[in-house]
């Protein structure tokens, strides 16, 4: 790889104009990113499905994207094996964009929906091209849309393995879920190299059987203008007590553990000044009795809990302002939730279930608080001491280090490219000279 700018794809399951979930934004912030750099220029390669409407034959579509962005439709995707049974496409559709761009680096920000497949087209099409992919979850080890919790409760699994996962899913045999960890690990050995935003996430694909030199922590890069002041406090307040969750309603964030904590304190320690406000949606989308166990809660929340409804992530800043504390209360690992990154952008400590990603990147009494996972009763202990301790948010406020943007996000990309080509280089054998002919 010389001193060139790069040609960068970066390809991801989803476009944020379509889907706005953290792996799409992190995927687009790099793309908008490496095009901000002197050595680098990236294209966007995003997948679309129903309920998009593909254009005739072909995969390829445009939606009126910008210049450099390009949507690939594909439907037909085995959520078992992470496998796109229409090979064909991929042949014809995919590769044409691979092969007229020839780009020096395929970044792959997930492949859901895409299938494996794609990673082994690349190699097959371009061998000399680098192929980096990046994980956003456990989906390559576990069949539980990713998130290692065990089927039919919230016990946390700690180590995949196909009688595990057989316990979890029954129907499915050790030796078929055997058959998965080869076929998605082989496909996965395809790539150069990989990157992960925490290093929790990197310990459990390595425990897994990935090769920790592989791979390389990098936090996801943000896009946004400015930080909000501190919220103003009114003239009767005298403390922080505005609350907020940012998110999906699920059984795996923990929403209700959350709102089972506020019915919980006292009324004379949450006072009249006191909110929980809950941006998200996809509630009416979950399991009827998660509906039911929510609503419930509601109910007894009463007055203390308001619903915003779901948000665009354009909107963040504008609902910081009204905001002092985040509480991240899920009961799955996570990795690295992008309301992190905006909250510490925005000078807005946290409170968190006390695993995975959560824990790593969230400091307990630094710039935030920890709370055992799935415990309301130690959720309340935590929200007690941020309603009484005076002193409490701007010592967290203080502690707080700003997060990284996009552009300082593609840089350590790009430099990451090079050492990666280097590496390959240095490992390849000079060619050799060609034979002298004979007089």
């Keep these: 790889m010389t001193d060139r700018p790069l040609r960068v794809l970066v390809v991801s399951h989803g476009h944020p104009s379509f889907s706005l979930g953290g792996a799409e934004i992190a995927s687009y912030n790099l793309h908008k990113g490496l095009n901000r750099l002197d050595g680098a220029g990236s294209r966007f390669l995003a997948r679309v499905g129903h309920p998009v409407a593909r254009h005739g034959a072909t995969a390829l579509l445009s939606l009126r994207q910008k210049d450099g962005e390009i949507l690939y439709h594909a439907d037909e995707y085995d959520h078992f094996l992470l496998s796109n049974r229409n090979t064909e496409e991929i042949e014809r559709d995919f590769l044409r964009v691979v092969q007229d761009l020839k780009p020096d680096v395929v970044h792959f920000h997930h492949f859901i929906g895409l299938g494996l497949e794609c990673l082994y087209a690349v190699r097959r099409a371009l061998p000399e091209t680098l192929i980096v992919v990046t994980f956003h979850e456990f989906l390559s080890i576990c069949h539980h849309h990713g998130q290692m919790v065990k089927t039919g409760g919230t016990k946390l699994c700690y ?36 990157v992960s935003p925490s290093r929790f996430l990197v310990d459990r694909y390595v425990d897994w059987g990935l090769d920790a030199a592989r791979f390389t922590v990098i936090e996801n890069g943000l896009d946004i203008a400015a930080p909000v002041p501190p919220r ?27 709102l089972d904590a506020v019915t919980r304190i006292p009324e004379a320690v949450w006072g009249e000044d006191a909110q929980l406000m809950i941006f998200g949606g996809n509630l009416e989308r979950q399991p009827k009795p998660f509906q039911e166990k929510i609503e419930a809660l509601i109910e007894r929340a009463g007055p203390r809990v308001r ?19 985040t509480i991240i209360p899920s009961i799955w690992w996570e990795n690295s939730p992008i ?37 309301s009763e130690d959720l309340v202990d935590r929200m007690v001491e941020a309603l009484t301790d005076p002193s409490l948010w701007e010592r967290l406020r203080a502690g707080i280090r700003r997060p990284i943007d996009f552009e300082e996000f593609a840089r350590l990309h790009v430099d990451l490219y090079r050492e990666i080509a280097a590496r390959r280089a240095a490992r390849t054998p000079a060619a050799a000279p060609p034979a002298a002919r004979s007089a």
């Design 159 to 194: 180590r995949a393995s196909p009688a595990d996962c057989n316990a979890c899913f029954p129907d499915i045999s050790p030796a078929r879920f055997l058959r998965r960890e080869h076929f998605v690990r082989g496909l996965l050995e395809v790539a150069d190299h990989f």
């Design 232 to 258: 103003p406090l009114g003239p009767a307040e005298g403390r922080r007590s505005r609350f907020a969750y940012f998110g999906q309603i699920t059984a795996f964030k923990g929403v209700d553990v959350l």
């Design 307 to 325: 619903f915003y409804g779901a948000y665009q992530n354009s909107e963040m800043p504008r609902l910081m302002r009204s905001i002092d504390w």
């Design 339 to 375: 309301v992190i990154q905006e909250s510490f952008f925005h000078g807005r400590p946290l409170i968190c279930s006390n695993i995975g990603g959560m824990a790593e990147k969230i400091t307990d009494g630094v710039d935030g608080l920890h709370f055992r996972v799935g415990s």
